[in-house]
C-alpha cells in the first residue's frame, strides 16, 4: 500500500515560517500511478479543506486562494518527498495539516476521492 508520514509541524507565532514534509513509500506506491501530492488541512468544528497540490513530473501546482503568495509546495522526486514552506503564517491557519496522495493532479482537490493520507501534523499559530 501507500503510507504517508508528515513532520514538521508545531507552534509559530504569527507571521513565522514553518517547513512541513510528507514521505511517501510503501510497496505499491509509485510516481507514476500515484502522480500527484497534496496538502490539506482541517481546523476543530470544520470541514477538510484543499491548501495545495503538485505533480511529481513536470510540477504542476495548485494553491487555495487563503494561501496562494504565503505558501509553497515543492518535492523531491529522489527522495519521495513533498514541502509545504509556509510563510507569513496566520493564526486562522491553526489546524491539523494532512498529506494526500491521489492519481491525479486533476482530481486531488476533491477532497472525498483521494486514496490515501497521512496521519497529520498540527499547526499553531498564536498572535
Known amino acids: 500500500q501507500v503510507q504517508l508520514v508528515e513532520s514538521g509541524g508545531g507552534l509559530v507565532q504569527a507571521g513565522g515560517s514553518l517547513r512541513l514534509s510528507c514521505a511517501a513509500s510503501?510497496?505499491?506506491?509509485?510516481?507514476?500511478?500515484?502522480?500527484?501530492m497534496g496538502w490539506f488541512r482541517q481546523a476543530p468544528g470544520k470541514e477538510r479543506e484543499f491548501v495545495a497540490a503538485i505533480s511529481w513530473s513536470g510540477p504542476i501546482t495548485y494553491y487555495a486562494a487563503s494561501v496562494k503568495g504565503r505558501f509553497t509546495i515543492s518535492r523531491d522526486n529522489a527522495k519521495n518527498t513533498v514541502y509545504l514552506q509556509m510563510n507569513s503564517l496566520k493564526p486562522e491557519d491553526t489546524a491539523v495539516y494532512y498529506c494526500a496522495s491521489d492519481h491525479s493532479i486533476a482530481t486531488i482537490q476533491r477532497v472525498g476521492g483521494i486514496p490515501y493520507w497521512g496521519k497529520g501534523t498540527l499547526v499553531t499559530v498564536s498572535s
Open positions: 510503501g510497496r505499491t506506491f509509485s510516481m507514476i500511478s500515484m502522480s500527484a
